[in-house]
């Protein structure tokens, strides 16, 4: 027999025995806690998801209190040091590792959908040129389902597959796309001679040169900082993914909402916080107050803290190291020492220490990301592109999942009941916004 659990109801003198299985009850046990035949039964109240398991899943794996992070069972470090990000791409949508002709097809057939619908071009262009890159991502996104009205049918494989190459091609393509317009620039075409990242930076920065040849050491940091951004189990933009996506909406619609979760700045939008603050604290000098005022509570330290990690997140210990590496090609990106103080300061202080807050992935990334030349409003953009991948693993094993079902939380209900409708002029007027 397995384990299980007794739980006395004080309301009824009921006892139930519930299975306990991976560590969890399941909710749906509850229900059978009643006090009469009218009664609803028991739910559980977790706003915020702080303590419920909305699925299962084999693609990442988390312990958070030791820093660890795998990818369908590999280190990530492993990962980041001997794979490149398509090899990655391939492993955490198919559960394994290619051999070298599964991964000569997958570049292929990633390589030849990276190009956009001339639609598409003209969409963006009716953009207006200040919005935020991730303002035209989440939309030139959205767009893309009306471009192919065929991503509808989400229940065939053969489709969904076709509709996964066609993202995870024209993401890099459509975040080139918005920083382009957003600086003025022509459009520049794939090059199918590249690697993804190699070809992501000459969408992003050839200009009149025949050829765009990227320096092979920046174009492989970039190449890690994708692996380490592919994806992070159920975190939010995870999360919306799959509820999106759970209502059988197409991919398209279900990315661009993710990508809408992701642009916030305590989600992927930190990492264009956490050069904010930095630029805001100007000089090492200056760490002491600042940690004093976030402890007063004044802001939080962007790029600081976690859901999940209790201890130092392990992206942020390889893009540490990737930094050094960057910073010999382009110069040291003074802000460096600043973070490193402020880190220094911060994981020996007794507010951070008791809450276990610790660097996550936001707060280094940015530094390199500016260091190769990208303004700070293209950090998110940059999350986004690898993170696609996680998404698409996570929707396709959603809907492959057969206890998953549209996604739907229950509340609790704090509003009035039945009240007396009045007609328009015997309506006295009682601040009704104010009390919404
Ligand atoms: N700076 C200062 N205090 C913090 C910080 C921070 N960055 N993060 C959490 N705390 C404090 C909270 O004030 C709270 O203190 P209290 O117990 O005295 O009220 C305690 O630590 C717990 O924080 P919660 O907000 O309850 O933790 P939660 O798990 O809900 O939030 C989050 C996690 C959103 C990441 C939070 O740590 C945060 O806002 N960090 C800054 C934004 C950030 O870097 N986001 C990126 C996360 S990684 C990613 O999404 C890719």
């Known amino acids: 027999m397995g384990d299980i659990i007794a739980i006395s109801d004080s309301r009824t003198g009921r006892t139930y025995t519930l299975p306990i299985e991976n560590g969890t009850i399941r909710a749906m046990d509850l229900r059978q806690l009643k006090t009469g035949p009218d009664d609803f039964g028991l739910m559980t109240y977790d706003p915020a998801f702080m303590n ?3 699925c299962r899943s084999s693609i990442s794996f988390i ?5 660890i ?3 369908r069972g ?5 990962l980041a040091e001997n794979c490149n990000f398509l090899e990655v791409a391939y492993l955490l949508l198919f559960g394994n590792l290619p051999n070298g002709d599964e991964l000569k097809g997958w570049v292929y057939e990633i390589t030849h959908h990276s190009m956009l619908h001339e639609s598409t071009k003209k969409f963006t262009e009716g953009i207006r040129y200040n919005a935020h ?3 035209m991502l989440v939309s030139t996104v959205a767009a893309l389902s009306a471009v192919y009205p065929d991503a509808r049918d989400v229940q065939s494989a053969d489709n969904r597959l076709l509709q996964i190459k066609r993202l995870i091609g024209k993401m890099p393509t459509i975040a080139a796309m918005s920083y382009r317009h957003s600086v003025g620039f022509p459009y520049v075409y794939p090059d199918n001679d590249l690697s993804y990242t190699e070809n992501f930076m000459n969408m992003l920065w050839k200009m009149v040169e025949p050829k765009y ?3 092979p050491m920046l174009a492989r940091a970039l190449d890690v900082l994708f692996i380490l951004h592919a994806d992070h189990e159920q975190n939010c933009s995870a999360n919306a993914m799959r509820s999106v996506g759970s209502s059988l909406a197409d991919p398209y619609l279900s990315i661009a909402a993710a990508a809408a979760a992701l642009s916030g700045p305590l989600h992927g939008g930190a990492n264009e916080e956490v050069i904010r603050m930095l630029d ?3 000089t090492k000098e200056n760490v ?6 976030v402890k007063d509570g004044h802001g939080r330290l962007m790029g600081f803290g976690h859901r999940i990690y209790k201890n130092y997140d392990p992206r942020a210990k390889i893009i540490k190291w990737i930094a050094e590496q960057v910073f010999e090609v382009t110069g040291r990106n003074s802000r460096l020492d600043i973070a490193m103080e402020l880190e220094r300061i911060a994981l020996d202080d007794e507010y951070f220490v008791s809450r276990r807050l610790y660097p996550n992935v936001d707060f280094y990334s940015g530094i390199i990301y500016q260091a190769m030349g990208f303004r700070p409003e293209m950090f998110t953009v940059l999350f986004a592109i690898p993170r696609t991948v996680g998404w698409l693993a996570q929707w396709q094993e959603m809907l492959l999942d057969p206890e998953q079902k549209i996604a739907r939380p229950r509340q609790i209900y704090t509003g009035q009941r039945m009240r007396e409708y009045l007609p328009l002029e015997k309506r006295t007027p009682v601040h009704a916004m104010e009390e919404v």
Not at 63 to 67: E, Q, R, S
Not at 74 to 78: G, L, M, N
């Open 52 to 54: 419920t398991a909305s």
């Open 63 to 67: 312990d958070g209190d030791k820093g």
């Open 69 to 71: 992070l795998e990818y």
């Open 74 to 78: 590999y280190p990530i470090e492993v």
């Open 133 to 135: 890159p991730m303002s």
């Open 213 to 215: 040849v990227a320096h």
């Open 280 to 282: 805001e604290i100007g």
């Open 288 to 293: 002491y107050d600042y940690i004093r005022r």
